[in-house]
Structures are given as C-alpha cells and as structure tokens.
C-alpha cells in the first residue's frame, strides 16, 4: 500500500541528504546518518568542570549550526550570481525548469541527476538520455574514437555503414536508405523535403498541437508553435488530434480510428477542392507536446492509404519515442500493427544519448527522386566516425541490458500503480501509456475534463521539493508526462508514484477540492483554493 509521507523542503548535504537530517528514503537506495547534527538534550552539569564541558559541546554544535548557515548564504550567493549571469548572456526565451526556484544540476548517472550540493534527483522527463545519463559505455564509445579519428562522412570509414546496417535491422525492409544529421529538426526538415521532391507537392497535414522542431521550416507545420508566431500558413492543413479522452472522439466511440482517420480524409478533400496537392502527412507515433496521447490502434494505417491515395507520403516522427521506449516494440509505429510502414521515419533525442545524432530513413523510390536533382546532400558532422560509435554504443546498452524489455515491464508496472491512484483520487481523470511513455491527465470536474493547469504546476513544484522532476505537457499544461531514462525502476515507479499519492492526499486535506469535486462534479472548484495555499511554482518550457 502506497503511503510514503511528504518530505520538507531542507537544504540536503553532500551524497543526497539533507543537511543535518535523513534523506528520503527509496526502495533499494537507504539511507545512512552520516553527518546528522545531534538533537539530544543535554545532562545538566554536576559540576564546575562538567558545567564547562557542556558549554563547550553546546558551543560546538553552536558552532557547526553556524557555518552550516553560512555555507547556506554562500550557495544562495553564488545560485544569484550565476543566474544573474545567465539572465545577462543568454537570452529569455532559452527559459529554464522551475525558473522561480531553479537547480543546478551538476552530474548524472543512470536515472538519477545531482546538484552542486550532491542532493540526487530521480528524473522522470528526460528521454534523451535514453539508456541512463553518462553510460560509460556509451562514454567510452566516444572517447575512444575521438582519440583516433572524428572527420565528415565523404571519407570511406566503417562506422557509418555498421551503424546504417544495425538500424536497417530494426525497421520494416521497405526503410532501407539512411541520412545521418544532427539533431531531430533537421531531420525533419530533410523528410520535409524528401517529401517534397518525391511527390512534386508541396502541402502538409499535421496534427492539432504537434510540434516536429525549431527551424522555420518546421514551426510552419507545428500548430504548437506557429499559433504564437505568424499563425497558419496557407500550404498547412491541421486536423484533430486522435485524443480519445479529450478528442471529438472519445473512449466510448466504436471505432475512433476509422472515425478520426476520416476527419483526415476530409481535410485531404478539401485541399483537394482547392486545387492544391498534398506532398505529406507528419505525424509523431505517439503525440507528446498534445498531452501523452496513444493513437487508437489501426488509425495510421486509414491515414496513410487517405494521404496515399491523395499523392502525398506518411512520414512517421519517433525522436521522443523510438529505440524501445514503447516497450511492446523498438518502434512507436509498429504499435498501429505489423504491415503499416512510413514512407519516411525521422529520429533524433534518444538515438545519442545525449551526443547530436539524428537520422533519416526512407525508401529506395523517395531517396532515388531526391538524388535525380543532381545536387549533393552533406551534413558536415552528420555521420561522423564519433557520432556513429555513439550510436552503436546505444544500441548495443539496448540489447545487452534488455531495456526494450525494462521498459514493458516497468511501464506496465508504472500504470497499475497510477491506476491505483486514479481510483483514489478524482483530480486523475485519464492514466494512458504504453511503457516509459505515459501521461497523468488533471482534471477540475469529472464532467467537462476541464483541465486543473493550477494544481498540475503545484504539483510539479511539490515533487520537485521531494526530489523528483517531472514536468507537465498537453493543450491544458495538465498532462504530467512520464518520459525516463530506460533504466527507471521498479523501485523508483513506487517511490515516485508514494510521493504522488502523498502530496495529492496532503492537497485535498488542506483545501478539500478532491471532496467537492466528488460532491459537485459540474463545478471547477479546485483552482480557488489553490490561492490559499503557497504560491505555486510555475514552470515554463
């Protein structure tokens, strides 16, 4: 049974404690009392020199509680220097996590990062360090072929052409042909214009809220962020996310993949209508900026044959969820069955483990009509000698450690738990993931699924006082998301899902919105109480 207390916010020690006190216990990870400050009541004294040895001793833990302070006050100098200097060099919109109260992270291994001060953090969001921070295999990887050769790929080396053939042997047959970039935009930016060139088309479908990168190209077709930008443009077609908890579509629809597949053959039509002529449709195997969203089974395979038909390609987005985060197979996409195959597959993130690797794969046919333009495709470290030791390093972490496997077993794990949760606690309207990729929908009513963006950044704020960094996605900023390193525990599923329960269990004795919601489902209540409560951190990304 889940109920592991709350901790107090302290300021913690070298190795992960608090100072002058025990750090949070977690399943396999005890703790010791190492350095603890006494808190015994002293014997009075029997006599003058006894009398003199107590104040001496008092003197000394006097004393310690003294520089202790002092060490505190310097940290908190120098933490305001250095976000100073930040704010002066950098410019604000790179933003930060937790900007009213920020970590510095100093060092990572595994699942876990640690601060300047060696306090250690479970960290649930980061998939890019996809087989545990700093592997030392993967470490090594690096480090040796730097020492012997990092150079562009128009030299012969064997590094590229293994790497391509390791890939080659993870992907339906059909992806045979690969581009080695840097990072996932530009990966999906080439897509972009492999799609282009194959099909003679210029427009693209999207889905509601996705986001594929940062260059322009690609914020033209991400609606997350071209809608604060310079909106729509007209060769850019979206339509609805297939968001069956919150979608036109819901749970109790009988087929939302053909219904939501349709609703694509619509906006395909209507392009159509108006003499324009679709080149491709990108889509993220499993939407994360929308919220964590699982795709219903079958809907790509109705989507690819409605853009098929229309001319255009279905290129297929894995740089958050590819490499075995889905647990069931090494591809998101292949969650939507065995004979549905992209035309082009784009990765990035995860494929490096933190080093700047990304990846194209696609067809003979598409790379063929992209090569008869005559003109080069070079990436200058695309492909190099180091970046593709890295990447064969991962894939090797992958195999040797079964984290494919880890994944399934921990993710499942992860959501029985949270369903536990759910049933506890009326705020959880929808737990939906497969494994390491899952979503906490938060809800002010039952009813209407209005989303509590409120409580959701103050319970962000909370775990992250506990020690845990999760961080919060979807339309609503309500969905917290689960996206680990692959080697997060069982362990560490049940340690964090504890304090989940703990802070929740705390929030509804303290403002009683979980009762009321019980009590009034149509009302929004849980946002006015949170105002009675410490200011909650917002968190931007």
Known sequence: MLGEGDSKTEPKAPGGRRAGGRGPERPGRGRGRAGEASTTRLPAPTSG??????????????????????????RRGKAATLLALRRRLLSSSCRLFFP?????????????????QGAEYIDCINNVAHVGHCH????????????????NSRYLHDNIVDYAQRLSET??????????????????????RLARQYTGH??????????????????????????????????????????????????????????????VKRVVSSVQEKGRKIA????????????????????????????????????????QVGFGRVGKHFWAFQLQGEDFVPDIVTMGKSIGNGHPVACVATTQAVARAFEAT???????????????AVGLAVLDVLEKEQLQAHAACVGSFLMELLGQQKAKHPIIGDIRGVGLFVGVDLIKDKATRTPATEEADYLVSRLKENYILLSTDGPG????????????????????????????????EKMRSCETLRLQPEAALLSPPLEKMKHPTQIHY
């Open 374 to 388: 005559g003109v080069e495709y070079f990436n200058t470290f695309g492909g190099s000698p180091v970046s593709c």
């Open 477 to 508: 900023r309500n969905v917290l998301k689960f996206k680990p390193p692959m080697c997060f525990s069982l362990d560490n599923a049940q340690h964090v899902v504890a304090k989940l329960d703990a802070i929740l269990t705390d929030m509804e």
């Open 136 to 151: 030392p295999l993967v470490v090594q990887a690096a480090h040796e072929q730097n020492q012997v050769l990092n150079t």
């Open 49 to 74: 020199a006894a009398a003199s040895r107590a104040r001496a001793r008092r003197g000394g833990a006097w004393a310690e509680r003294a520089l202790l302070r002092a060490m505190a006050a310097d």
């Open 202 to 263: 210029w427009d693209v479908v999207v889905l509601d809220h996705a986001y594929h990168g940062h260059l322009s190209s690609l914020i033209d077709i991400s609606p997350y962020k071209f809608r604060g930008l310079d909106g729509q443009k007209e060769w850019v077609h979206v339509a609805p996310l297939p968001d069956t908890y919150r979608g036109p579509y819901r749970e109790d629809h009988p087929n939302p993949a053909v219904a939501y597949a349709s609703e």
């Open 171 to 192: 992907l339906p047959e059909k992806l045979c042909v690969f581009y080695f970039l840097n990072s996932g935009s530009e990966a999906n930016d080439l897509a972009l």
């Open 100 to 116: 009213e109260d920020p970590i510095k992270i100093v060092r990572g291994q595994g699942q876990y990062m640690y601060d300047e």
């Open 280 to 319: 491709a449709f990108f889509a993220e195997s499993l939407p994360s900026v929308g919220g964590q969203i699982i795709p219903p089974a079958g809907y790509f395979p109705e989507v690819a044959e409605h853009v098929r038909r229309a001319g255009g390609v279905f290129v297929a987005d894995e740089i």
